[in-house]
């Protein structure tokens, strides 16, 4: 792995694939500043003299832990199935894929058509067997990490709720009382719209009935 490693031109003429990722809906709208970065890559893709450039971002908002369909990965590694790919740019393993299947199986597929994978501290040829113990151990890492978050949140639920102060959030329309626990919105608009909706729902006995009306 090199930061000034000279790609083959026959590589360079296949397109760079910038896979830009975010793993909720409120890190899309609220981390602007990582996903300028990620498609800040194109220019990273440019300095190292790829001419074509796609964006990806189709996967905006999803989690790559494996459990979610993410059509944008499925389009890259389709991409490189097919040979088109010259190489992959990503800020870390983890905007690529939170499982190690998805990523050795992303791996598998770059050494397999000389693909590169580049991201902000360098460039990786999955062809060599340092550059790809190195990106397996960057993507085991972050699969790790998913590990350890998930478990520090769900110790903290436990540890709130069995004080009874887990707070888990409601649906539109609805409020945590410090007092009375769940109850209305005090808006007296969003009240009369709520039992509205349930007075419709025990006159029409359907879900679908009580949205067409």
């Not at 990806?56 to 389009?75: E, H, Q, Y």
């Not at 990523?103 to 693909?115: D, F, P, R, S, T």
């Not at 590990?147 to 004080?163: E, W």
């Amino acid at each position: 792995m090199t930061s000034a490693e000279t790609i083959p031109a026959i590589i360079l003429m296949r397109k760079a694939v910038v896979y830009v990722r975010q793993s909720t809906p409120s890190q899309v709208m609220t981390n602007l500043e990582s996903k300028r970065r990620q498609y800040d890559l194109v220019d990273v893709a440019r300095q190292h003299g790829f001419v074509v450039m796609e964006i990806i971002a189709d996967d905006l908002g999803r989690s790559a832990s494996g459990s979610v369909a993410r059509p944008g990965f499925d389009r890259l590694v389709a991409w490189l199935c097919a040979g088109e790919v010259g190489a992959v740019l990503c800020l870390d393993a983890s905007r690529l894929a939170r499982n190690a299947r998805d990523w050795h199986h992303m791996l598998e597929l770059c050494g397999l058509v000389e693909a590169r994978v580049i991201d902000v501290e360098g460039v990786y040829n999955p062809c060599r067997p340092n550059d790809r113990l190195l990106l397996g151990m960057k993507g085991s890492i972050s699969e790790f990490e998913l590990g350890v978050l998930r478990t520090r949140m769900l110790d903290a639920a436990r540890s709130k709720a069995s004080r009874g102060e887990l707070r888990l959030s409601v649906r539109f329309g609805y409020i945590w009382h410090r007092e009375a626990g769940l109850g209305l919105d005090p808006d007296a608009r969003l009240q009369e719209v709520i039992h509205l909706i349930f007075a419709r729902f025990r006159d029409l006995g359907s879900a679908r009935q009580v949205l067409l009306s």
